[in-house]
């Protein structure tokens, strides 16, 4: 097993253990793709639920740029909705394991098909 697959069985038990919710393993595996080499950086492989700059820039970056929303209040409130489901206590929340529960949240899986 590689690193890669160790990573999306992390993000799976996350998932499962802190989210409550069962994983679709191959949008799982597509959206950790997608997040290419930040999920092997241990600064980059995570999200920093408190800090207003880094919430700002998944709005951008992943929410606007990736899945081709426009921006309005519903983002950083999915946002902030998936930062509380994960745990705002939780230290790592994983980029990846936040993307996906974006990813459903908005019904956007079709881009990772």
Do not use: W
Not at 17 to 36: A, F, H, N
Not at 60 to 73: A, C, I
Not at 78 to 106: D, W
Request: proline residues 4%; neutral net charge; contains cysteine.
């Amino acid at each position: 097993m590689g690193k890669r697959d160790e990573l999306i069985a992390q993000y799976a038990d996350d998932l499962r253990s802190k989210c409550g919710m069962e994983p679709d393993m191959d949008l799982l595996r597509k959206v950790t793709i997608g997040c290419g080499p930040s999920i092997y950086d241990a600064d980059a492989q995570t999200v920093a639920g408190s800090q207003p700059s880094e919430l700002e820039t998944v709005k951008k970056n992943f929410l606007m740029k990736k899945l081709g929303l426009k921006d309005g209040p519903e983002l950083m409130e999915a946002i902030n909705s998936v930062i509380e489901v994960y745990g705002k206590s939780e230290r790592n929340k994983y980029r990846a394991v936040v993307y996906y529960m974006l990813t459903k949240h908005f019904g956007k899986e079709a881009i990772y098909g």
